[in-house]
């Protein structure tokens, strides 16, 4: 069984970490994700840019509709998620809106990727 | 646990919103500041033993509260001081007060803070350091190194500030729609200003004025929250990080200015630059251009040229045509000139600035950028004259050191 682990954490406290604390937690999950790759056992890992940067897809209307910010709502739960490789924002959102015709409904949030490693795991 | 350093960005991510919530409560500056300080000395003694609360500023604001209506009373000697368990001790109502305080309460009041700093009738000198005190929480000796002055100097242009704003009559009501409008440019514009102050450096202050810029980036993200779907705001925010990003380029390990076209890229912080990327991307959707969305985009045309010689100059060009027309200014012309001189030549660029020489005739980087045209065109003692001109205005030892290096250029080029 693959599972997805998902972050949180209040992004205003890890935007106010020093360089210097930020580098030494990276370091600290550099360690683990070591273990990890060793096992066979880790995936693609991706580190997000802060929700300021997010976009949302609305594809819950025709046409969908695009909003800054990220995706707030309470009622829908996070049920997967794509990475892709594009030159900018208005390639993602054409992507989103074609994913969204197959699967309508819900929401897109469309967010930069700072960090990503593809991993290694059976599939 | 004795390692208390997980408290710490805690406390400065809730600031914001602590400060500006128990301002509203007591109109008072001082006194937000004071009981919001006591009250992170009793985080950092509470909360070390009891883990830190769910919602941190909820936590602060009401021990703040209960710590100001403490302070007036023992003020006043009316009252015994209760017990301090009876202040700190919140695990149950915490939970109540989290859910009064919402995210809307929360925007307010940072606004009325933001606003509040940037009041129109302090100069913005004086704007920029209550924001730095206030919001940010910076210390007034971090404030007074960031400025290069001393902490007494700073100290009284803080305490200037706050009187002022005591005596202006500052309305403490949220502002109408066209005056809200125009506070929210007057604080970007207190942003650009802190990133300035930082960004306009030499090596040896470096590390000291670094801190602005990266306080300038936090306060922009802080007013995107605010206003997550202006694009003026995002193309700040852009702005500032894109900029910030090349600052472990700029200076040598002797000090001297690295020219952008000099810099090592490979120093320039990537998800700074990529956040940067993002943000200009999303706020160019938008349609809707401004002068920190055209400046974010020349930035982002720097950031987006792993060499120097791929750099889009002729996009560039056209970008600092409409910063002219949207911002008319000496010094924009004075940039436009530069990316002139790489898509059109020295001589074109030289005739641009020439009119110039008035407005910008006591300004470093006119001469510097006059004596580098001319030394193009083989004008060299022209040049020589303009460098002269710009070691004599240079203001960081940085710069001056600079302009000698095409001075040296110059004379050993003579030479041969």
């Known amino acids: 069984m693959q599972y997805a682990i998902l972050c949180y954490h209040d992004e205003k406290v890890t935007s106010a970490w020093s360089k210097e604390h930020d580098d030494a937690v990276i370091a600290k999950l550099g360690v683990v994700r070591e273990k990890l790759v060793r096992q066979g056992k880790l995936g693609p890992v991706a580190r997000l840019l802060p929700t300021t940067a997010a976009t949302t897809l609305r594809k819950d209307r025709e046409p969908p509709l ?58 | 646990m004795s390692d208390v350093g997980w408290i710490s960005p805690i406390l400065t991510a809730a600031r914001p919103h602590a400060v500006a919530a128990l301002l509203r409560n007591f109109r008072d500056l001082d006194l937000a500041e004071e009981v919001f300080q006591e009250a992170c000395l009793r985080a950092l003694k509470t909360w070390p033993r009891n883990g830190p609360p769910r919602d941190a500023a909820a936590w602060l604001i009401m021990v703040g509260r209960n710590v100001a209506i403490d302070t007036v009373r023992r003020r006043s000697r009316l009252h015994l001081l209760p017990p301090e368990e009876l202040i700190s001790d919140l695990t149950d109502t915490e939970a109540a007060v989290a859910d ?105 202050e470096h590390g000291a004025r670094a801190a602005l810029c990266e306080e300038a980036i936090r306060l922009s993200r802080l007013l995107l929250r605010l206003f997550p779907t202006e694009p003026e705001i995002m193309g700040l925010a852009a702005l500032v990080m894109l900029q910030h990003a090349r600052a472990g380029a700029r200076f040598d390990s002797q000090g001297g200015v690295v020219l952008l076209e000099d810099q090592d890229r490979t120093l320039w912080d990537r998800r700074l630059i990529a956040e940067g990327l993002a943000l200009i991307d999303k706020a160019v959707r938008h349609g809707r251009p401004g002068p920190y969305q055209v400046q974010a985009a020349i930035a982002a045309l720097h950031a987006r040229a792993s060499r ?67 030394l193009q065109l083989g004008r060299t003692e022209e040049a020589r004259a303009a460098f002269g001109h710009a070691i004599a205005l240079a203001n960081t030892a940085a710069e001056a050191a600079h302009i000698r290096g095409q001075l040296d250029r110059l004379a050993r080029g003579a030479a041969l």
């Open chain 2, 100 to 204: 009064r305080i919402d995210e809307a309460d929360y925007r307010d009041d940072i606004l009325r803070l933001l606003f509040i700093c940037c009041h129109p009738e302090l100069p913005a000198t004086q704007q920029i350091a209550l924001a730095l005190r206030i919001v940010s929480g910076l210390s007034v000796p971090q404030i007074a190194r960031g400025f290069l002055v001393s902490e007494a100097a700073m100290e009284q242009r803080i305490t200037r500030a706050k009187s002022r704003i005591a005596t202006a009559n500052v309305p403490f009501e949220a502002p109408g729609a066209a005056e809200r409008f125009e506070r929210i440019a007057a604080v970007a514009a207190m942003i650009y200003l802190v990133f300035n102050e930082g960004y306009t450096t030499s090596v040896a």
């Open chain 1, 66 to 123: 695009v909003i800054d910010g990220p995706f707030a709502e309470t009622k829908e739960q996070l049920l997967g998620f794509y990475i892709v490789d594009c030159a900018g924002l208005d390639e993602v959102i054409g992507i989103a809106k074609e994913l969204g015709e197959a699967n309508p409904g819900g929401a897109y949030e469309i967010r930069p990727v700072a960090t990503f490693d593809p991993g290694k795991v059976a599939s």
């Open chain 2, 308 to 374: 120097a010689e791929d750099t889009d100059w002729s996009e560039i060009d056209l970008l600092y045509g409409t910063l002219e027309r949207m911002q008319p200014s000496p010094i924009v012309s004075l940039n436009h000139a530069i990316a002139v001189a790489k898509v059109r030549g020295a001589g074109d660029a030289l005739a641009m600035i020439e009119p110039l020489a008035d407005k910008l005739g006591g300004y470093f980087y006119f001469h510097g950028a006059r004596g580098a045209f001319l």
